[in-house]
Nanobody, 115 residues
Framework: QVPLVESGGGRVQPGGSLRLSCAAS????????MNWYRQAPGKEREWVAT???????NIADSLKGRFTISRDNAKTTVYLQMNSLKPEDTAVYLC?????????WGQGTQVTVSS
């Protein structure tokens, strides 16, 4: 059983929107913060956003105003809503959880922003 499975990526034109989902299993989702990262070709992995168990969230400064993160504990799913997408947002987006059993990573979902 894969603990984290991302979905929702795809190709979108500049200015478009996508909502990514990360379905979690195998651990107590509600007690852990959930993170989104991204990695563009030839670049280091970059932190995007964190959903804290309290319901609060943090977004990378460069993405504030365009990206939001949310979670549904009943569905054990964390979401990343991405609006006003730019070509530089093109990357593989990965879900991450750091639990008492260790860190989990999803396989990633590709987001391509291109006209």
């Amino acid at each position: 059983q894969v603990p984290l499975v991302e979905s929702g990526g795809g190709r979108v034109q500049p200015g478009g929107s996508l909502r990514l989902s990360c379905a979690a299993s195998g651990f107590t989702f509600s007690i852990y913060s959930m993170n989104w990262y991204r990695q563009a070709p030839g670049k280091e992995r970059e932190w995007v956003a964190t959903s804290i168990t309290s319901g609060a969230s943090n977004i990378a400064d460069s993405l504030k105003g365009r990206f939001t993160i949310s979670r549904d504990n009943a569905k054990t799913t964390v979401y990343l809503q991405m609006n006003s997408l730019k070509p530089e947002d093109t990357a593989v987006y990965l879900c991450n959880a750091v639990t008492s059993r260790g860190a989990y990573w999803g396989q990633g979902t590709q987001v391509t922003v291109s006209s």
